[in-house]
């Protein structure tokens, strides 16, 4: 069992940064995938980048260029870096542990935090 939680979250003008943090409560160098997913109001639930062990990142379109996932596998954390933020980005943000197994995988997941993007 992995029990994360998030914190970074907050109110932020276009343009501007935040640093998400995701803090597990057990060692995640044995976790295959950490990613981290958003929701926004009315939509589905989608992955904004994810980390393997071996450090190979993936991300969604809509993002590249402008959000840096990482991982910190001796203290347990995975961030997200995120800049030039566009009103689009208001979500709620999940972090995500994935354990692959045959056919599918083992997923925890976070509480979320609040992204808001606004004048």
């Known amino acids: 069992q992995v029990q994360l939680v998030e914190s970074g979250g907050g109110l932020v003008q276009p343009g501007g940064s935040l640093r998400l943090s995701c803090g597990a409560s057990?060692?995640?160098?044995?976790?295959?995938?950490m990613g981290w997913y958003r929701q926004a109001p009315g939509k589905r639930r989608e992955m904004v980048a994810d980390?393997?062990?071996?450090?190979?990142?993936n991300y969604a379109d809509s993002i590249k260029g402008r959000f840096t996932i990482s991982r910190d596998n001796a203290k347990n954390m995975v961030y997200l870096q995120m800049n030039v933020l566009k009103p689009e980005d208001t979500a709620v943000y999940y972090c995500n542990a994935k354990k692959l197994r045959p056919g599918g995988s083992l997923d925890y997941w976070g509480q979320g935090t609040q992204v808001t993007v606004s004048p």
């Open positions: 057990a060692s995640i160098s044995s976790i295959d995938v």
């Open positions: 980390i393997t062990s071996g450090g190979y990142t």
